[in-house]
């Protein structure tokens, strides 16, 4: 059984900056890949990062160049920094990893807004 949580959401103002932490328990995760999933208001969720076992990562489009998703495998967490946010930034952020199945953290809010 695997346990996801998130942490570090908050209210930013547009330009600004947050990072986020996903702490993982129940299960070492070394050799899975992990992601960062946001949804906004009235919209699907989206995947915003991806990164690895091996440290590889991939980002949406919209995120690119703004967001940096890292790991820390000694202790089971992922990050997603966040630079330069704007207010389509403003979702609940969800950590996910898959395994024999889906596994969701609760998630953090982020809300950008002068």
């Known amino acids: 059984q695997v346990q996801l949580v998130e942490s570090g959401g908050g209210l930013v103002q547009p330009g600004g900056s947050l990072r986020l932490s996903c702490a993982a328990s129940?299960?070492?995760?070394?050799?899975?890949?992990m992601d960062w999933y946001r949804q906004a208001p009235g919209k699907e969720r989206e995947l915003v990062a991806s990164?690895?076992?091996?440290?590889?990562?991939n980002y949406a489009d919209s995120v690119k160049g703004r967001f940096t998703i890292s790991r820390d495998n000694a202790k089971n967490m992922v990050y997603l920094e966040m630079n330069s946010l704007n207010s389509e930034d403003t979702a609940v952020y969800y950590c996910?990893?898959?395994?024999?199945?889906?596994?969701w953290g609760k998630g953090t809010l982020v809300t950008v807004s002068s």
């Open positions: 996910h990893v898959l395994r024999t199945r889906n596994y």
């Open positions: 129940g299960s070492i995760l070394i050799m899975n890949t």
């Open positions: 990164i690895t076992s091996g440290g590889y990562s």
